[in-house]
């Protein structure tokens, strides 16, 4: 990377508004994809003049960074184009890379640097933000499926007799190692007709 002079303290009101443009789409996009898009779409403004930009991301479970979004002529501008990368983090783990390109023989300055660094640490918040929203509603939905689950069965199973069937005095004794086993049995034997009875479409009952 090639570092030229710095820019003035005064980037003019396309910079402004092109930083204030970048800023506001990152912070309102929703999810991960959105995130990145934003991103990218967002540092490809004129008035930033970067020819391509990209931004490599790695999933929750791989280490290896894939390219989830790209905009401009990212990857096509011919033999050894002018490229400038700054790492994403989340806390001290690297999550991924924003990359910006220029055609061959225009460089960075100083206010790219301080530019992308700005964008990369925003990308950062917001992908760490999207994550987080995203397992809260995995776990909220899984909740909700076994409430669901447990409503359907305490509202149309006629709990007196289940109980009753899976704990009536039986040969094995209480507290040995076997009795755990057959309550757990005639507890999956009570509830299984209830669920076939589901799947067929039948009215559930319990003799």
Excluded: W, Y
């Amino acid at each position: 990377m090639t570092v030229v002079a710095s820019r003035p303290a005064d980037f003019g009101a396309d910079m402004r508004a092109a930083l204030l443009t970048l800023s506001t789409r990152i912070a309102e996009a929703q999810h991960e994809d959105a995130v990145c898009r934003s991103v990218v779409e967002g540092l490809q403004q004129a008035a930033f003049g970067f020819d391509g930009v990209a931004l490599f991301l790695a999933g929750t479970t791989s280490f290896e960074p894939a390219l989830r979004a790209s905009a401009g002529r990212f990857g096509a501008l011919g033999d050894d184009p002018a490229e400038l990368r700054l790492a994403l983090r989340i806390e001290q783990s690297a999550i991924g890379e924003l990359v910006v390109q220029r055609a061959h023989g225009r460089s960075f300055d100083k206010g790219d640097l301080d530019i992308l660094a700005a964008a990369a640490n925003q990308a950062s918040i917001a992908i760490g933000r999207a994550r987080l929203l995203e397992a809260e509603r995995q776990r909220a939905g899984e909740q909700r499926a076994l409430l669901d689950t447990l409503a359907d069965l305490s509202g149309e199973l006629e709990l007196d007799k289940l109980l009753r069937a899976v704990l009536e005095p039986q040969a094995v004794p209480a507290g040995s190692k076997a009795s755990a086993s057959v309550v757990a049995r005639r507890l999956i034997s009570a509830v299984s007709p209830r669920q076939r009875q589901i799947r067929s479409g039948l009215s559930p009952t319990i003799e």
